[in-house]
């Protein structure tokens, strides 16, 4: 019923920049947080950025005053600006939203995306 369509995710060098993007689709009434987690091999799944449809937003300590996160409530998408990028950035970035669906509009559902490989060379 709800789809998240990551793009933006690639290889750069240290102190680059990406920009990920995330469209969520379907039965949607509203969108309330979303957010961006990430997952590198060996290390459990974390939270790197997520924004209420208010607009306050949450960051790791790790990419505080780098990463920004954003959205676009019209088109139902959030990004996630990558600045100055280091190695330890690598991992596969995944998508996460809470969503009101219109034939469900008393309660919220979560959804995630595909993930998307970032890596960061030295």
């Known amino acids: 019923q709800v789809q998240l369509v990551e793009s933006g995710g690639g290889l750069v060098q240290t102190g680059e920049s990406l920009r990920l993007s995330c469209a969520a689709s379907?039965?949607?009434?509203?969108?309330?947080?979303m957010g961006w987690y990430r997952q590198a091999p060996g290390n459990q799944r974390e939270l790197v950025a997520s924004?209420?449809?208010?607009?306050?937003?949450n960051y790791a300590d790790s990419v505080k005053g780098r990463f920004t996160i954003a959205r676009d409530n019209a088109k139902n998408t959030v990004y996630l600006q990558m600045n100055s990028l280091k190695p330890e950035d690598t991992a596969v970035y995944y998508c996460?939203?809470?969503?009101?669906?219109?034939?469900?509009?008393?309660?919220?559902?979560?959804?995630w995306g595909q993930g998307t490989q970032v890596t960061v060379s030295s």
């Open positions: 379907g039965s949607i009434f509203s969108i309330n947080d």
């Open positions: 924004i209420f449809s208010g607009g306050t937003t």
């Open positions: 996460n939203a809470k969503v009101v669906r219109l034939d469900r509009l008393w309660t919220e559902s979560e959804y």
